[in-house]
């Protein structure tokens, strides 16, 4: 009998174009046909590949292009650049382009429309990819290159990783999130280059699916290769609700007997707030209750990670009644459009704006340092936003803290570090 | 394929944002190598000189997907070769045609300014006398490098110009 094998080598070897269905196993090379491509208005901004357009693209309809790091475009030349990219897309048979006002960020949006599916292999430009594997699908950033590769031939290839599990247990308590889940195995583990994650454990099942997201997407700042949740029922009703009707999925879980690298745990009722503070995540991480001394000026909610509806909630939660401090800016960033209008329709927009803060339109923006409120000298931002290296946001002398929405929201009204629990504490009966 | 050349060490963690700044994205391909590291290691860029090779510690090149691979190979450095090395980095280095090699233990093998001899094919490191033997360079890999990257070879098999 084949080695038991983990979920990821069975994705891996389900799309192995050598052959197809034979286990693999860590240090193997595998070329494998990829289900789904994503393309990013950042393609406007990569000399090599607008100098070495492919001819034709291979399976168009399974490719898509959305815009979101450079919307709405802030200077004429990525505006121009954005022209291209239609005339291109149009020109090569691509018709699912997001462009903007119609999408998002392209992580939660792709969930969000039916493209990520439990079992296959997804591809996009970005390091963020891994969000894909909160719904149980190989998603993995490649870059622009490779993204040229698999646009002409359909194919990739990936170095088969060790595998994680990590196994959570108990019940998430309010105040805490999916960010201080994963700010958890950053501080405990610190980075895993080159192998893959995959959850299990009782406490998955509880967890809604944007807290999953935040805690996949976030597993690029461990430098994981794959980082893969269970698909559970709940994620399998997450995925049908954005499909026709009868279309089959494929969903594929790890084999019970497969032996892993390590074996972490996490007890989710002992999980507390947390910051990672500058510059790096790894290893870099403090609860937020010893940080309070820190006063800030910016404050950041957003990113594929962080601006979904339940971002939304606990941000309209903390403000509710109260005011932001005057020496902070505080601004809030859906993730993607529908988001957004969801957020309107909750009233969560109103009492975001009243308190205060702004509401700007979905895109990644400030999470990179693109546009969007940049931050500049000496400034100190709290972010639940992905990265906090040296000069991500904009100047390199300002510092960021990254930490969950919540945090970032009992920081903005108190104008220093905040343990949400401490504002929200004060909301029990 | 083989590299020799003269060492600088960087420490672990070294990111995407401190090797290819946002910063670059607004600036003309030509002028953007020189802000490599600027942010940790101001003026290097200037001293570095082609041929020389980049030794790092662990996770090396973690973050996002821009082309951090373009500015190395722009300031003519000939290699990497770190503890440990970010999958995305990794591909991303090779696709462009710039060597890497993951070598567990090399920075604390190397001295800063030695020289150093490295094969990827057998996966052999040596400086100041002494050997260092890690997994070698996957032959799949070595080939795209010997194409010179991914365009390249893209190229040769008819797919772009
Ligand atoms: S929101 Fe930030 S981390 Fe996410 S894709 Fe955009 S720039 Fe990258």
Same mark, same amino acid.
């Given at each position: 009998m084949s080695r038991p094998q983990t979920q990821i080598e069975r994705i891996l070897s389900r799309h192995s174009t050598e052959s197809p269905g034979a286990?693999?196993?860590?240090?193997?090379?595998?070329?494998?046909e990829v289900d789904r491509l994503v393309l990013l208005d950042m393609a406007a901004t990569h000399p090599e590949f607008l100098a070495h357009l492919p001819?034709?693209?291979h399976r168009p309809e399974r490719v898509a292009w959305v815009f979101d790091h450079l919307i709405p475009p802030p200077t004429v030349e990525l505006a121009s650049g954005l022209r291209k990219l239609r005339e291109l897309a149009a020109a090569w048979g691509i018709t @699912?382009?997001?462009d903007i006002g119609r999408g998002g960020i392209?992580?939660?949006?792709?969930?969000e429309r039916g493209w990520v599916r439990p079992g296959e292999i997804l591809? @996009?430009?970005?390091?963020?990819?891994? $969000? $894909?594997? $909160?719904?149980?699908?190989?998603?993995?950033?490649?870059?622009m290159l490779e993204v040229m590769n698999i646009l002409c031939t359909g194919r990739t290839w990936y170095r088969v990783g060790e595998t994680v599990r990590a196994s959570l247990a108990g019940r998430l308590p309010p105040g805490v999130s999916g960010k201080d889940v994963f700010l958890t195995l950053a501080r405990d583990h610190g980075a895993i280059p080159g192998q893959n994650l995959e959850f299990a454990g009782d406490g998955v099942a509880a967890l809604p699916i944007p807290t999953r997201?935040?805690?996949?997407?976030?597993?690029?700042?461990?430098?994981a290769e794959f980082a893969l949740f269970p698909p559970d029922d709940r994620a399998l009703d997450y995925v049908r609700a954005r499909l026709p009707a009868g279309e089959p999925l494929a969903p594929v879980r790890a084999d019970p007997e497969a032996s892993f690298a390590?074996?972490?745990?996490?007890?989710?009722?002992?999980?507390e707030p947390l910051v990672a503070l500058p510059h790096r995540v790894a290893r870099n991480v403090r609860p937020v209750a010893e940080m309070t001394s820190v006063p800030i000026t910016r404050a950041v909610v957003g990113s594929c990670a962080n601006g979904t509806i339940e971002d939304l909630e606990a941000v309209a939660a903390v403000l509710h009644g109260r005011r932001v401090h005057p020496d902070v800016v505080f601004t809030v960033t859906p993730t993607t459009s529908e988001v957004m209008a969801e957020a309107a329709r909750r009233g969560l927009v109103e009492r975001i704006l009243t308190a205060g803060a702004l509401v700007t339109n979905p895109t990644c923006g400030a999470c990179f340092g693109g546009h969007m409120g940049v931050l500049g000298d000496g400034e100190v931002c709290v972010t639940s936003t992905t990265r906090n290296f040296q000069g991500r946001m904009g100047s390199p002398n300002a510092k960021i803290y990254l930490a969950s929405s919540a945090t970032v929201a009992a920081s903005a009204v108190t104008g220093h570090l905040t343990d949400p629990r401490e504002i929200l504490g004060g909301d029990r009966p | 394929m083989k590299l020799v050349g003269r060492a600088w060490v960087f420490e672990?963690?070294?990111n995407t944002d401190l090797l290819y700044p946002a910063a670059c994205f607004r600036l003309p391909a030509a002028e953007r190598p020189r802000l490599t590291m600027s942010a940790n290691r101001p003026g290097w860029s200037a001293e570095v000189r082609p041929g020389d090779l980049v030794i790092a510690g662990a996770n090396f090149g973690t973050g996002s997907s821009r082309p951090a691979a373009d500015n190395l190979k722009g300031l003519g450095v000939a290699g990497v070769v770190a503890d440990s090395i970010n999958g995305l980095f990794f591909r991303t280095a090779v696709n462009t045609g710039l060597p890497v090699l993951e070598a567990p233990g090399v920075r604390a093998f190397v001295r800063e300014g030695a020289t150093v001899e490295v094969d990827l094919d057998t996966g052999t490191i040596r400086s100041e006398g002494r050997e260092l033997r890690v997994r070698p360079l996957p032959p799949f890999l070595s080939r795209i490098l010997a194409d010179g990257g991914l365009v390249p070879r893209l190229r040769n098999e008819g797919y772009i110009d």
């Amino acid at each position: 009998m084949s080695r038991p094998q983990t979920q990821i080598e069975r994705i891996l070897s389900r799309h192995s174009t050598e052959s197809p269905g034979a286990p693999v196993e860590p240090e193997d090379f595998v070329e494998v046909e990829v289900d789904r491509l994503v393309l990013l208005d950042m393609a406007a901004t990569h000399p090599e590949f607008l100098a070495h357009l492919p001819h034709r693209v291979h399976r168009p309809e399974r490719v898509a292009w959305v815009f979101d790091h450079l919307i709405p475009p802030p200077t004429v030349e990525l505006a121009s650049g954005l022209r291209k990219l239609r005339e291109l897309a149009a020109a090569w048979g691509i018709t @699912n382009v997001w462009d903007i006002g119609r999408g998002g960020i392209s992580h939660p949006l792709m969930a969000e429309r039916g493209w990520v599916r439990p079992g296959e292999i997804l591809a @996009n430009t970005d390091s963020h990819t891994c $969000a $894909a594997g $909160a719904l149980g699908c190989a998603g993995r950033g490649v870059g622009m290159l490779e993204v040229m590769n698999i646009l002409c031939t359909g194919r990739t290839w990936y170095r088969v990783g060790e595998t994680v599990r990590a196994s959570l247990a108990g019940r998430l308590p309010p105040g805490v999130s999916g960010k201080d889940v994963f700010l958890t195995l950053a501080r405990d583990h610190g980075a895993i280059p080159g192998q893959n994650l995959e959850f299990a454990g009782d406490g998955v099942a509880a967890l809604p699916i944007p807290t999953r997201q935040a805690i996949a997407t976030m597993c690029a700042e461990i430098s994981a290769e794959f980082a893969l949740f269970p698909p559970d029922d709940r994620a399998l009703d997450y995925v049908r609700a954005r499909l026709p009707a009868g279309e089959p999925l494929a969903p594929v879980r790890a084999d019970p007997e497969a032996s892993f690298a390590a074996e972490w745990s996490v007890d989710l009722d002992r999980v507390e707030p947390l910051v990672a503070l500058p510059h790096r995540v790894a290893r870099n991480v403090r609860p937020v209750a010893e940080m309070t001394s820190v006063p800030i000026t910016r404050a950041v909610v957003g990113s594929c990670a962080n601006g979904t509806i339940e971002d939304l909630e606990a941000v309209a939660a903390v403000l509710h009644g109260r005011r932001v401090h005057p020496d902070v800016v505080f601004t809030v960033t859906p993730t993607t459009s529908e988001v957004m209008a969801e957020a309107a329709r909750r009233g969560l927009v109103e009492r975001i704006l009243t308190a205060g803060a702004l509401v700007t339109n979905p895109t990644c923006g400030a999470c990179f340092g693109g546009h969007m409120g940049v931050l500049g000298d000496g400034e100190v931002c709290v972010t639940s936003t992905t990265r906090n290296f040296q000069g991500r946001m904009g100047s390199p002398n300002a510092k960021i803290y990254l930490a969950s929405s919540a945090t970032v929201a009992a920081s903005a009204v108190t104008g220093h570090l905040t343990d949400p629990r401490e504002i929200l504490g004060g909301d029990r009966p | 394929m083989k590299l020799v050349g003269r060492a600088w060490v960087f420490e672990d963690d070294i990111n995407t944002d401190l090797l290819y700044p946002a910063a670059c994205f607004r600036l003309p391909a030509a002028e953007r190598p020189r802000l490599t590291m600027s942010a940790n290691r101001p003026g290097w860029s200037a001293e570095v000189r082609p041929g020389d090779l980049v030794i790092a510690g662990a996770n090396f090149g973690t973050g996002s997907s821009r082309p951090a691979a373009d500015n190395l190979k722009g300031l003519g450095v000939a290699g990497v070769v770190a503890d440990s090395i970010n999958g995305l980095f990794f591909r991303t280095a090779v696709n462009t045609g710039l060597p890497v090699l993951e070598a567990p233990g090399v920075r604390a093998f190397v001295r800063e300014g030695a020289t150093v001899e490295v094969d990827l094919d057998t996966g052999t490191i040596r400086s100041e006398g002494r050997e260092l033997r890690v997994r070698p360079l996957p032959p799949f890999l070595s080939r795209i490098l010997a194409d010179g990257g991914l365009v390249p070879r893209l190229r040769n098999e008819g797919y772009i110009d």
